[in-house]
């Protein structure tokens, strides 16, 4: 397993001593994600893509939706475990489902996007997570294509206990994208996970 860093944008977005987020500063930092993901060549943009939105909610994942903007060619399927949420996603493909049990076949994505499901890392035999995050994430590696991407956002998690069961997993590469300092300084972080 290898860890790279192609870039760790440092993006405070609550500078606000009253806990308002600077929005363009947001927006900034999701600009720079989605470019980075799209510069990177490992995700392709033509023929018969399919991605999946893990826990889409009721907009779809804001990365997501801007993938489908600038590439309207690929398939994207919205998966959420509430059915109030997907009821209001005016959107097709839309499934219930835990992410921790989905019910599509072995290598059927070719990239998987979880962006604030996963919370405090992907987390195996800890008291927080219970194991959810690291089901989560093994159950993404398994409904994705060889080479498939896993891109993940977690606040405040245990990189090095992250970094070593994504590789027990088997994911082989393994990419720190972005870093945002939240509210009150928390980071956020984000990953690419190759299968």
């Not at 309207?72 to 992410?99: M, T």
Request: with cysteine; net charge negative.
């Amino acid at each position: 397993m290898t860890l790279t860093y192609r870039l760790q944008l440092i993006a405070n977005c609550f500078p606000d001593p009253k806990g308002e987020p600077d929005n363009s500063r947001l927006e900034s930092a999701e600009e720079e994600l989605f470019a980075m993901i799209k510069d990177s060549k490992r995700f392709p943009t033509e023929g018969a893509i399919k991605l999946l939105d893990v826990g889409s909610g009721y907009e779809g994942s804001d990365f997501v939706n801007r993938y489908k903007k600038e590439f309207p060619n690929i398939g994207v399927i919205y998966l959420d475990s509430f059915s109030s949420h997907l009821k209001k996603l005016d959107k097709p493909n839309k499934v219930c489902a835990e992410a921790t049990q989905m019910p599509f076949s072995d290598e059927s994505f070719d990239m998987a996007y979880a962006g604030h499901v996963i919370s405090g890392g992907v987390l195996k035999d800890h008291w927080h997570s219970k194991d959810e995050s690291y089901r989560l994430t093994r159950e993404s590696h398994r409904i994705l294509k060889q080479g498939g991407l896993f891109i993940f956002t977690y606040c405040m998690g245990d990189d090095i206990q992250t970094l070593e069961n994504l590789s027990e997993i088997g994911f082989k590469k393994i990419e720190h994208l972005q870093r945002i300092k939240w509210y009150r300084g928390i980071p956020t972080d984000t990953y690419a996970a190759i299968k």
